[in-house]
RNA sequence: GGAGAGAUGGCCGAGCGGUUUAAGGCGGCGGUCUUGAAAACCGUUGAUGCUAAUAACAUCCGGGGGUUCGAAUCCCUCUCUCUCCGCCA
């Protein structure tokens, strides 16, 4: 959520930022315009509240009974009133808080103008893409042939979009997500947490995923969980209403889950091997920061993702999101992609973004910088380090050998007993 | 799933219809004293909204609803926590 005060009090700089992510600012006027009869309600509202509370004093020290009940009568009829305006508040602010929770995140300045991802910035390459004295195999095309993918047997347990992971590839991924938990946390200074795979609904609303994306999430009607569809959800909102103490900033987790996506929206895309399922692992980065440290906070969270990548040797790139390609919550984001050589693609392996402080106000995540000063808004960042499935497309596709083994990479090695081989 | 108990300010804990605009303690902050510290004593101490304001006012005693001129306090309801039993990886 944005802050209601930049609207009120900057009205024209708010829609023509929001247009800059092709999104109708038209929302912005309603909102002014709620804002408006709502404090003006409030106002009356309270100063009715006041004049009865003043009364009822007056009520217990009065000993005059015609007095007394005169002043029943009177804080009677203010109660009849105050009790029309707050239904009339509450429809009000209803809306109003409806209409906010949709406002996207404003942009930050350094975001290229574009209207989608073909005005996305392609920041630098890293790491040589291999070369091959042979035709590279596409990982579905190994997994199938050496029996380590079975896709055809997570269609009948589940469903399409589903596969089961076998022997060295199913070894493989824990290795994998290991590895990415052992060097953000030894290496990047992380804190490991474990959070649950199911949340409430305030989390969703908390990151932001509700009520826009509910389409694109599982949910338990039965007892009201939601599957997580990133650890972002539960990590962050490990500290919804919360004041953090002075000192503790920047927060920095690293959690590894299992992620739940129905994919409507991608329905037809991708269907052929394990890039797009509705079950997918990821090793996820959390920082919560002061709001002023927010950038460069981004510029390490992208490093320490990138690390992981640059230790395992893969190609990849780093890829600026132009405004029209932001997502909802994000300020500032960035997409890094490891470079797949069977199946020819750049894979986002990972999305980083700042977030400012447009989801510690729907969370409630505040600071003090001491003692004695006020809360304020923290801000949260998040990236992918990284999403195991297109890592394991990428380590399989670019360590295949001529005859169809997997070359472990030497950052892996110690997670798989030393073996050359999968 | 069955039975019972409970939810109050950063923490502990009183209050059970009107100086509660939440006692008292702990902790925190400021001060007195001291070479310094501790102890002791004195003062202070949250959130939200509106606001130029650390002013005034309003809201906040788990959530929602009700009774009343007036609710932390009474009633209903939901949620959560704890204890015991049952079941269980």
Redesign the pocket.
């Known amino acids: 959520m944005i802050d209601?005060?930049l609207i009120?009090e900057q009205r024209e700089f708010v829609k023509k930022e929001i247009e800059k992510l092709s999104v109708s600012s038209l929302i912005i006027d309603e909102i002014c315009e709620l804002?408006e009869s709502k404090?003006k309600l409030?106002?009356d509202?309270?100063?009715l509240?006041?004049t009865?509370?003043?009364?009822?004093?007056e009520?217990?020290?009065e000993k005059n009974e015609e007095k007394v009940s005169a002043?029943?009568?009177e804080?009677?009829k203010?109660?009849d009133t105050i009790?029309f305006q707050e239904e009339d508040l509450?429809l009000i602010d209803n809306k109003l808080t409806e209409l906010m929770l949709n406002v996207p995140n404003l942009p930050d300045p350094d975001v290229p103008l574009g209207e989608d991802d073909s005005h996305n910035v392609t920041v630098s390459y890293f790491n040589e893409k291999k070369s091959f004295e042979f035709k590279p195999l596409a990982h579905y095309e190994i997994g199938e042939k050496r029996g380590l993918i079975d896709f055809e047997r997570g269609v009948k347990i589940s469903g399409t979009r589903f596969y089961v992971l076998k022997k060295g590839f199913a070894r493989l991924q824990r290795a994998l997500i290991n590895f990415m938990l052992d060097t953000h946390i030894l290496e990047h200074g992380y804190e490991e947490v474990y959070p649950p795979f199911m949340v409430n609904e305030d989390c969703l609303v908390g990151t932001g995923q509700l009520p826009k994306f509910a389409d694109n999430l599982y949910k338990d009607d039965d007892s009201g969980f939601w599957f997580v569809p990133t650890a972002e959800v539960p990590v962050t909102n490990m500290y919804r209403d919360e004041?953090i103490d002075p000192g503790l900033l920047p927060v920095k987790h690293v959690a590894y889950t299992a992620c739940f996506r129905k994919e409507k929206m991608s329905a037809g895309k991708d269907t052929r091997g394990i890039k797009r399922g509705h079950q997918f692992d990821k090793v996820e980065l959390v920082k919560i920061v002061l709001p002023e440290k927010a950038k460069e906070e981004l510029s390490s969270l992208i490093s320490d993702a990138q690390d992981i990548l640059n230790r395992l040797e893969i190609p990849h790139r780093l890829v600026q999101m132009c405004a029209g390609d932001l997502s909802f919550s994000a300020a500032e984001k960035y997409d890094i992609e490891a470079y797949a050589p069977g199946v020819n693609e750049w894979l986002e392996v990972s999305s980083c973004s700042n977030f400012n402080t447009f989801q510690s106000r729907r969370a409630n995540i505040?600071f003090?910088r001491d003692?004695?000063s006020?809360?304020e808004f923290a801000a949260t960042l998040n990236g992918s380090g990284l999403a195991l499935p297109r890592v394991m497309i990428a380590v399989i596709e670019n360590y295949q050998t001529r005859d169809g083994l997997v070359k472990i990479p030497d950052a892996l090695r110690k997670y798989l007993n030393d073996e050359e081989f999968i």
């Open positions: 209601i005060k009120r804002d404090r409030l106002y509202t309270e100063c509240r006041n009865r509370k003043i009364l009822s004093r009520i217990s020290s002043k029943k009568n804080v009677k203010i109660n009790k509450a004041i505040k003090k003692k004695n006020r809360a």
